[in-house]
């Protein structure tokens, strides 16, 4: 055991049992059982995370801290641009770098189709749900021209990550389909591209199918305010087939032809500035990002930071998995040697001085810190603001932030008064036992999105009794959220009265049952429908009708102005003089 006088260490977010029984200079069975006492069975060769190790740490008397991380100085979009739009203006040190092009469009016009012919690698069959969930970047080469494209999603649920993908382009594809025309989605692409200028070149997509009508489509587009070359515009098009490969040159000739005249230039001499496109956590790499360099040359070694992740530059690899030594302007590049996986659109710039590392760490630690209690205080407000609100706990972790994002914006246009979503956490990476803990603390369930659990959390979700559910496909996710929430509204009920009886005669009084004799005053009398006994007015008791019989038959139902027998069932006392209505009772399922 360690001395009365606790001995400091620090630890990462994740560390296997063994390297943490080493720092603590115990032996592994030590840890082990000291892990068990916390309800928690890892093997020598598993992984705890910060929190765990922490709490354990702490039990044998050590002081926890967590691995310094330097955060930076603040980097943001708006910053990169005014750095790049002052470098352009210089001219110093200038060259040409390739064009950064994002390919737009409805769903289902052939985008990611497009992508894949242009690139010549299945992109279409490797995504779950038949739609594009997440960005990615790749380079192509057209007469000895590098050009880049960047992919967005298609889909209505994505628009956040569409108008990223479109604000970090230098040039514009819209795709629209001949067959279809202009649709939601592009007419909402069509807005941003015109309100923020971006050089435009449209692809007329499916032009070999029978029902094409490019006429119409460049009439829609010309009404829309996307006026092209042929008809007196700016805007060059090409009439493409993305499935035959008809028309895919003629439209890269385009894209470089409007690379040409808008000259785009960088200074390549420069520390590196970039912007993180997509991040994950890989099982044997770690925090991987996918990085779009904007100017600068990226290279292996360099000291880094992408908003709350540092890093050294361990590995550079090209969109196709090749190792580099460096990545210079529009290159899209994966990037591992990072702290954490960063947020989407994070820059990533190099760090020059590392004096303060451990008091910026601590600023920006202290800082998520104040604003997540601030959030809790929010929640907790609005609880108690909201008692009559039914909420639905969970804890959602996902592969990649564009997914989560994703995810939220799709769960946040759920409108109700009386249930609500309350996220307990989220994240990126998969289930770790601090998920399950947080989540059994908050009687939570778990969802992830292609992410997997590992085996301490699965162990730990099993004794806790807390449930998990992975999904492929955002959609799955999504329906079984809204089916929980669904199922937490209170039912509809739904009454249809049938007509009333004026009762003239009791012939018989059971335990709970009583045959009555009576008149229809209004409507009807159904057997096997619900029974409202009323008294001057009041109503005084409830029932069954399990018997009707007119002239002595049994019969389904007895109209008006005729006299029947009646078998009530229930425990009220009828009299003669009493009404019955008949009536029915249908519960109703509600929808979101």
């Known amino acids: ?82 750095i790049i739009k002052k470098e352009k203006e210089s001219g110093e040190n200038l060259k040409s770098r390739p064009p950064i092009v994002t390919i737009l469009g409805h769903v289902d016009h052939g985008k990611t189709t497009l992508l894949d012919t242009i690139r010549k690698a299945n992109v279409a069959a490797k995504e779950s749900g038949g739609i594009t969930q997440h960005i990615s970047a790749y380079q192509v080469k057209k007469k000895g021209q590098l050009i880049t494209f960047v992919d967005t999603p298609g889909h209505e649920a994505f628009s956040a990550m569409r108008e990223r993908g479109v604000s970090i382009a230098d040039i514009a594809v819209l795709v629209v389909a001949a067959d279809d025309g202009v649709r939601p989605q592009t007419k ?70 409007v690379a040409e005249v808008e000259d785009f230039k960088a200074n390549y001499k420069r520390e590196p500035l970039g912007i993180v496109l997509e991040s994950h956590l890989d099982p044997q790499k770690g925090p991987v990002a996918t990085v779009l360099v904007k100017t600068g040359t990226l290279k292996e070694g360099q000291d880094i930071v992408a908003g709350s992740a540092v890093g050294r530059v361990r590995r550079i690899e090209d ?23 960063p947020n989407s659109n994070d820059i990533l710039q190099m760090v020059v001085e590392k004096t303060g590392a451990h008091s910026r760490m601590h600023t920006g630690r202290l800082q998520k810190t104040l604003e997540h209690e601030a959030l809790s205080a929010k ?56 998920d399950v803990r947080l989540a059994a603390s908050a009687k939570a369930i778990v969802y992830g999105f292609n992410v997997d659990t590992t085996p301490v959390a699965k162990r730990m979700a099993e004794a806790s009794n807390v449930e998990i559910k992975n999904y492929k496909v955002i959609y799955e996710l999504v329906e079984d959220i809204k089916n929980k929430l669904v199922a937490m509204l209170p039912p509809i009920v739904e009454r249809t009265d049938f007509g009333k009886l004026q009762v003239l005669a009791i012939f018989k009084t059971g335990h709970g049952d009583m045959i009555i004799g009576g008149k229809i005053s209004s409507g009807k009398m159904a057997n096997g429908s619900l029974i409202e006994v009323t008294r001057n007015d009041n109503v005084i008791g409830k029932g069954k009708l399990s018997n009707l019989q007119e002239n002595k038959v049994n019969v389904d139902e007895c109209v008006s102005g005729k006299e029947c027998g009646v078998t009530f069932l229930g425990e009220t006392k009828i009299k003669v003089g009493d009404v019955l209505l008949s009536y029915k009772e249908e519960v109703k399922k509600r929808a979101l």
């Open 1 to 82: 055991m360690p001395d009365t006088i606790a001995k400091k260490i620090s630890l990462p977010r994740s560390i296997t049992v063994k390297k943490f029984s080493e720092i603590l200079s115990l032996p592994i069975n030590v840890v082990i059982t000291e892990l068990m006492k916390n309800g928690i069975l890892a093997t020598i060769n598993e992984r705890i995370d910060f929190e765990t190790a922490s709490i354990i740490a702490s039990d044998l008397g050590y002081e926890v801290s967590e691995e310094a991380v330097d955060t930076g100085t603040e980097m943001t979009i708006e910053k990169l641009n005014e």
């Open 319 to 341: 969109f196709k998995g090749q190792r580099m030594n460096e990545a210079g302007p529009s290159a899209p590049v994966s990037i591992i040697g990072l702290s954490t996986a």
């Open 379 to 434: 929640t907790l407000m609005k609880t108690i603001a909201d008692e009559k609100i039914q909420r639905f706990n969970i804890l959602l972790k996902s592969d990649v932030q564009g997914s989560l994002e994703a995810i939220q914006q799709i769960l946040g246009e759920i409108k109700s008064d009386e249930v609500a979503l309350d996220y307990i956490g989220i994240g990126v990476g998969n289930i770790t036992e601090s």
């Open 188 to 257: 909402e692409v069509i807005e941003y591209l015109l309100a923020k200028k971006i050089p435009t070149v449209v692809a007329i997509n499916k032009i070999d199918k029978p029902e094409a009508n490019p006429q119409r489509v460049k009439q829609e587009l010309a009404d829309h305010g996307i006026l092209l070359e042929e008809w007196g515009g700016q805007v060059l098009v090409s009439k493409i087939s993305a499935k035959q490969n008809i028309g895919i040159d003629d439209l890269l000739d385009n894209i470089l032809l």
